[in-house]
């Protein structure tokens, strides 16, 4: 019995001991040792150099930005990669940069500029490598910038830019070991249209470079027009079978066409290249349809449609090889073929206007191969498929006749928006082929791109004045944000040593009242407050996470609404339609309440718009607040008033209680204690120093920034009233060339379309044509066999009138 009391003893006293643990942590002794340790810690941090913060990662350095740049540019988002790659020109002209790095990012940001068709500015990155091409690091490029040059000057028709190029040629040395100089050299000269010098250039590529595909490629071309030059054309077949027929003696067989020869074993040299790139390989697709359409145009079909075999299905040119192959086919007399090949077409580039010439040639073939149905079915698919782009096309067309405002609606946001309908995006390709020899489309794209690079400059620069205008600007410098976050852990731990001594008084503390009881229940009030305050930097990334996942929940809810909006948005669409088509269905309606429909539906959709507009500026006011979030924010200005309130409570309850005021223990503990909290107050008072002298270098360093924000956004202006001036010269000239051209398109889908009428009535016509000839026949058969019984019962008549 005596042990199991002894058991409930020890079982209560550690009872007792977890309550009073759980109340109060730290003895006082152990409180004291422990704030000590903490504020010798703070004092030995505060004499070195703050360490690297495992928050802050160090900016790329320009390499390691052109090769990012470089991989965007391979992965073809041309945007991002003029973004990286201009940051290192920016480097280069602060000094922050090395020289290769410029060089090589000014050639790949001339290459994304003509991957996006920006020849311009193109043109004055690779000018620039040109002009220092004697030099290393630039060396190495020139001869790639010269043959973009000259591809820049053929493309713009700028005759000016291939004189610029031949006065650069003499500087430069004749070939490199890449070959580039040698082929750019014979690219110009071919240009200049002369062949002879252009074919020795070719030669002086050297075997197995970069370059001898397309080298190879170009002496074929160059053999072609020294043959159309230098022989006429033989006599076609038809002509050469009139004069056979109009002799007395047949003329022989017209002799085969050889014009060619040279260039066709050249252009199988180039298939027999081996290709390692993606660019070689199309070089080498291009080799083998020049192949056949010199076969073709020789009437060897059959080596044409061998040629043409080779062109793989993941060929750029794949679309434009079937379509070509199909006509060979028709050559040949072999429909069904031409039929499988245009069939082919229809499925791989469903948007080539080229389709509805194919679509209608496989649908003549049906019908002259006597496939009636399918023919027709094809016909009216291509008039389904057209006839709403050719409406869509006029309604655009009539919605103005000012060239002025027509330009307006084409440099829109969009690009191609009406003042109802949105103009399809295929029609724009279509407008764009048809003005292949005018610059039309090139201005308005330049036009659209400069106005949105505008907006979002704009965009930009109000999120930056954002950031440099609150209390969180620091955040833009990365270098003073990591000694102000230095600074305020330190001032937090400082801030938690002070907490903890508290946790001592309070093991000590006796039943003191008046002001001391007052005093002391705020200060245990606050005391838990002070226990999130970041001393690490997971503290800090932990509180930055909580910020953000604030303004990612609105931007959440933002989101729905915005998904909602496009389900209205798609209902109203629906509801157009449902108008529109009403009759197609037999749906009848007077016309007061398809009028009061119509009149409901717009006064949504101008709701809808206002509705969308609001979005988008509740997203902009998002991306503002997200970015103002963080570091130096109102939670942090919360826990300096906290450490600050904690500090005047703290000190002014150990004053208090050490002036007798509470038990002995307490007073010789609140004696013992206040030399530390003097420690604690000046190191505070040197952290809060070094702090404001941080700040406030990062507001001088935020308000020199700002004055070149303002700047940038004056010059920004500027540009924008240039980019006004030079639009109000150019709407005039250039809606009327591009009007022209949707007019052009416009007539094409309506020929598109009429010929697909006159495809079902001639369906029509050989269906009735040949129920005729059916009915004809089975006329004639019927007669014949009437004749057949008529003879045969005669003969019997006839016997029977002789038997008697």
């Given at each position: 019995m005596r042990r199991l009391g002894d058991v409930?003893?020890?079982?209560?006293?550690?009872?007792?001991?977890?309550?009073?643990?759980?109340?109060?942590?730290?003895?006082?002794?152990?409180?004291?040792?422990?704030?000590?340790?903490?504020?010798?810690?703070v004092e030995s941090s505060m004499t070195s150099a703050p360490p690297d913060s495992k928050l802050f990662t160090k900016p790329p350095t320009p390499a390691e930005r052109v090769a990012a740049g470089d991989m965007l540019l391979r992965n073809k988002d041309y945007d991002r990669a003029i973004e990286a790659l201009s940051k290192v020109l920016e480097l280069y002209r602060q000094g922050k940069a090395p020289e290769p790095a410029y060089a090589d990012a000014s050639l790949?940001?001339?290459?994304?500029?003509?991957?996006?068709?920006?020849?311009?500015?193109?043109?004055?990155?690779?000018?620039?490598?040109?002009?220092?091409?004697?030099?290393?690091?630039?060396?190495?490029?020139?001869?790639?910038?010269?043959?973009?040059?000259?591809?820049?000057?053929?493309?713009?028709?700028?005759?000016?830019?291939?004189?610029?190029?031949?006065?650069?040629?003499?500087?430069?040395?004749t070939t490199d070991r890449t070959g580039s100089l040698a082929y750019a050299r014979a690219k110009a000269l071919y240009a200049k249209k002369d062949y002879a010098a252009s074919r020795a250039a070719v030669n002086a590529v050297p075997a197995g470079s970069p370059y001898t595909a397309q080298a190879q490629y170009l002496l074929g071309v160059v053999l072609l027009k020294e043959a159309?030059?230098?022989?006429?054309?033989?006599?076609?077949?038809?002509?050469?079978?009139?004069?056979?027929?109009?002799?007395?003696?047949?003329a022989p067989a017209p002799a085969p066409d050889t014009r060619f020869t040279q260039s066709i074993e050249q252009f199988r040299k180039v298939t027999r290249i081996p290709a390692t790139t993606s660019e070689q390989e199309h070089v080498v697709d291009l080799a083998w349809m020049a192949i056949g359409r010199l076969f073709y145009e020789t009437n060897n079909y059959l080596d044409s449609v061998e040629a043409y075999s080779h062109v793989g299905r993941n060929s750029p040119e794949f679309s434009t090889t079937l379509y070509e192959l199909a006509w060979v086919f028709v050559r040949l007399g072999d429909f069904s073929r031409a039929q499988r090949a245009l069939e082919v077409l229809t499925i791989t580039d469903p948007n080539n206007l080229e389709l509805a010439d194919g679509s209608l040639l496989r649908a003549d073939l049906m019908l002259r191969s006597g496939d009636f149905q399918n023919a027709?079915?094809?016909?009216?698919?291509?008039?389904?498929?057209?006839d709403p782009i050719r409406k869509s096309v006029d309604d655009f067309l009539a919605s103005t006749s000012d060239p002025a405002v027509y330009y307006d609606k084409l440099t829109a946001d969009e690009a191609a928006m009406a003042t109802e309908t949105k103009l399809p995006k295929v029609v724009l390709e279509w407008a764009r082929e048809q003005a292949e020899d005018q610059h039309v489309f090139g201005m308005i794209d330049?036009?659209?791109?400069?106005?949105?690079?505008?907006?979002?400059?704009?965009?930009?620069?109000?999120?930056?004045?954002?950031?440099?205008?609150?209390?969180?600007?620091?955040?833009?410098?990365?270098?003073?944000?990591t000694g102000i976050q230095y600074s305020m852990s330190l001032m937090n731990k400082l801030a938690k040593a002070r907490v903890t001594l508290a946790e001592g008084m309070d093991d000590v503390a006796g039943d003191g009242g008046g002001e001391l009881s007052r005093i002391r229940g705020e200060r245990r009030a606050l005391q838990k407050r002070l226990g999130w305050l970041p001393v690490t930097d997971g503290d800090f990334l932990r509180r930055d996470d909580s910020g953000d996942r604030q303004w990612n929940k609105v931007s959440q809810v933002l989101q729905s609404l915005t998904v909602e909006a496009d389900k209205l948005a798609a209902i109203v669409n629906g509801l157009k339609r449902v108008l529109k088509e009403a009759d197609q269905y037999g749906v009848t309606s007077d016309p007061t309440s398809r009028e009061r429909f119509k009149l409901e539906i717009e006064a949504n959709e101008r709701d809808l718009a206002t509705y969308n507009k609001r979005i988008e500026e509740y997203r902009d006011a998002i991306d503002n607040g997200r970015a103002q979030i963080g570091f130096g924010d109102q939670r942090y200005v919360d826990d300096d008033e906290a450490r600050k309130k904690f500090r005047e409570l703290f000190t002014r309850e150990v004053a208090l209680v050490a002036s007798g005021q509470d038990s002995g223990d307490a007073v010789n503990y609140a004696k013992g204690i206040q030399s530390l909290l003097g420690r604690v107050d000046i190191n505070e008072q040197r952290l809060e120093a070094t702090r404001s002298k941080l700040e406030k270098q990062a507001l001088e360093q935020a308000q020199a920034l700002r004055a070149k924000i303002a700047g940038e956004v004056s010059a920004l202006e500027t540009y924008a009233q240039n980019l006004d001036s030079l639009d109000q010269q150019a709407r005039l000239l250039v809606g009327e060339i591009a009007m022209k051209n949707f007019a052009l398109v416009r007539d094409r889908v309506k020929?598109?379309?009429?010929?697909?009428?006159?495809?079902?009535?001639q369906q029509a016509w050989?269906?009735?044509?040949?129920?005729?000839?059916?009915?004809?026949?089975?006329?004639?058969?019927?007669?014949?066999?009437?004749?057949?019984?008529?003879?045969?019962?005669?003969?019997?008549?006839?016997?029977?009138?002789?038997?008697p």
């Open positions: 409930g003893a020890l079982a209560a006293f550690g009872i007792a001991c977890s309550i009073s643990g759980s109340a109060f942590a730290l003895s006082s002794g152990e409180a004291q040792g422990r704030a000590t340790v903490a504020v010798q810690a790949l940001l001339g290459e994304a500029y003509m991957s996006t068709k920006q020849y311009l500015s193109a043109r004055r990155h690779y000018r620039e490598i040109l002009d220092n091409g004697a030099r290393s690091p630039y060396d190495g490029y020139a001869g790639k910038a010269l043959s973009r040059l000259v591809d820049i000057a053929l493309r713009t028709d700028d005759l000016a830019g291939l004189d610029y190029v031949f006065e650069r040629l003499p500087r430069l040395p159309l030059a230098a022989t006429p054309a033989a006599p076609p077949a038809a002509a050469a079978a009139a004069t056979a027929g109009s002799g007395a003696q047949p027709l079915n094809l016909y009216r698919n291509v008039r389904e498929h057209f330049d036009v659209t791109r400069s106005r949105d690079l505008v907006k979002r400059s704009r965009k930009l620069a109000v999120k930056l004045d954002a950031v440099l205008s609150v209390p969180t600007r620091a955040k833009a410098f990365p270098e003073l944000r020929n598109i379309v009429l010929r697909a009428d006159v495809g079902i009535v050989e269906v009735r044509e040949e129920q005729r000839l059916r009915v004809r026949n089975l006329q004639r058969e019927r007669a014949r066999e009437e004749q057949n019984l008529n003879d045969e019962l005669r003969e019997v008549l006839d016997d029977a009138e002789e038997a």
